[in-house]
């Protein structure tokens, strides 16, 4: 992409309404704009993230097994009567009427569209188990829709449900999800901790939110702070594996850490050490939930079991706040210059600076770069505007790219161009050849 053609209207000034960190960033990046309180337009740099970040939930998704497909926003209400959450859930669920008089409703959540669609077409055992899920905008008329699209009316969500035939099953479920989430959140630079929590309005017994720590969170946190050092890594895990699931839900989860709906002071003071216990502030970032047969059971989302029984399945619903992400990432990872995307959801993985455009060396040795940096499978954001070099180098730290290529008259006599960290601020000089090279294998992992 060439900036010269892209659409990226980014801020001089700070918003005044926007009160943390990743809310500014966002505005003044030029990566959405709101379109009424808590609903928000995704502009093309913000898109091109908002994708980032679901191919990778995507991608750890049907890794673990689990099926994508899509529902739709809008549903009816006589499904949500079926389970009694039709006047259960209040002012939050936006409710409209169609030109025949029928209700409905912007999807919140999907747990009894999703249980119909399982009963119409699912009936023996020998189909389970089965985890479908989808990543679909969500509508909830928050009473404070705030902090950009950390609390949003709309936003997007991954929501996954699984249908089992036991309990035993469907807590492998419940871990796999566990397990596929570590993953995901480490891939987008992450550190998302499993909490003990509430269950709210979904209803259930088991239940974990995942927190990334942050002093904006709104959640507020208690846990062991040896929970910090864990990570999951590169480690292989088969899916399938019952025991290998359940020891990394033991290993994540054996330690004190819970949100304030869950903390118990004397639980904790037994539990863990002075020294090591936190008390903090945490984004909410995903929750996972098992609930048995609490829609299964009034929907008869049934099965046939291996002696003819018909039996209520068992189900769990699991979310990812896809839209939340961003926000969250930016508040763990920004200064005051901007935003410093971690390499597994930037917008672009390069971004080429021309110190003097309209130079002939300078101009061809940039376009000969932004063709090897396609040529090697990556995106480059190439700044090709004629504008004075601090405003381009501002432009780029404000939006974020981890690595910076500069391209100037006087480096290119000596055959070389600059290569730049955007998190260390680091610089060195290298042939263009070599910058490509060095650049293709940080993507690639081996760096
Ligand atoms: N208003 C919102 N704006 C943005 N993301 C949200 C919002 N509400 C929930 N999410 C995200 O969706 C995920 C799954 O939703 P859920 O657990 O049902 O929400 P909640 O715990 O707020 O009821 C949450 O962990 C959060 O990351
Ligand atoms: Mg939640």
């Not at 943390?20 to 030029?30: F, K, P, Q, V």
């Not at 999800?177 to 979904?202: C, D, F, K, N, W």
């Not at 955007?422 to 050849?433: A, H, K, N």
Request: charged share 30%.
């Amino acid at each position: 992409m060439r900036l010269s053609r892209y659409f990226l209207p980014v801020l001089k000034e700070t918003p005044s309404e926007a009160q943390i960190a990743s809310h500014r960033l966002m505005l003044r990046a030029g990566m959405i704009k709101q379109a009424s309180a808590g609903i928000y337009s995704w502009l093309p740099l913000g898109y091109r993230v908002l994708r980032r970040i679901e191919q990778i939930v995507h991608e750890e998704q049907q890794k673990a097994g689990h099926i994508p497909m899509l529902m739709p926003t809008l549903q009816s209400a006589d499904l949500w009567r079926e389970s009694g959450r039709y006047d259960a859930y209040g002012p939050e669920m936006l409710r409209v009427r169609d030109r025949q008089d029928r209700d409905l409703l912007y999807g919140p959540t999907n747990e009894e569209m999703i249980t119909d669609i399982f009963r119409s077409h699912v009936s023996s055992y020998r189909e389970l188990p089965m985890t479908l899920y989808h990543i679909q905008w969500k509508f909830r008329d928050e009473v404070r829709p705030r902090f950009g699209v950390m609390r949003g009316r709309e936003f997007l969500m991954k929501d996954g449900y699984n249908f089992d035939l036991t309990y035993e099953d469907a807590m492998h479920a419940y871990n796999r999800h566990l397990v596929s989430y570590l993953r995901t959140y480490e891939r987008m630079g992450l550190q998302a901790i499993p909490m003990r929590a509430e269950s709210g309005p979904i209803g259930g017994d088991d239940t974990h939110e995942f927190l990334v720590l942050a002093e904006t969170g709104e959640s507020e946190v208690f846990y062991d702070s040896e929970i910090t050092e864990l990570t999951f890594g590169e480690r292989k895990i088969d899916y399938e594996s019952r025991e290998e699931c359940q020891a990394v839900l033991e290993e994540f989860t054996s330690r004190y850490a819970r949100t304030d709906d869950t903390h118990v002071d004397t639980e904790f003071e037994e539990q863990v050490p002075e020294e090591r216990r936190r008390r903090a502030r945490g984004i909410e970032v995903g929750q996972i939930f098992y609930f048995g047969t609490k829609y299964s059971e009034p929907m008869g989302a049934t099965v046939v079991d291996d002696q003819g029984n018909h039996v209520p399945v068992h189900m769990g619903s699991h979310g990812i706040g896809v839209s939340r992400l961003l926000g969250a990432i930016i508040e763990a990872n920004h200064d005051d210059n901007g935003i410093i995307w971690p390499e597994g959801v930037t917008p672009f993985h390069v971004g080429i600076v021309n110190l003097k455009q309209g130079d002939e060396a300078a101009d061809l040795a940039c376009e000969q770069l932004y063709n090897a940096v396609v040529e090697a499978g990556l995106e480059p954001l190439y700044d090709d505007r004629s504008e004075r070099a601090g405003a381009k180098f501002a432009t780029m730290d404000l939006i974020g790219l981890p690595w910076r290529i500069t391209v100037g008259p006087r480096g290119l006599k000596n055959g070389v161009v600059e290569l730049t960290s955007r998190r260390t601020g680091e610089s060195e000089e290298l042939t263009p050849d070599q910058a490509v090279t060095k650049v293709a294998q940080i993507y690639a992992g081996k760096l």
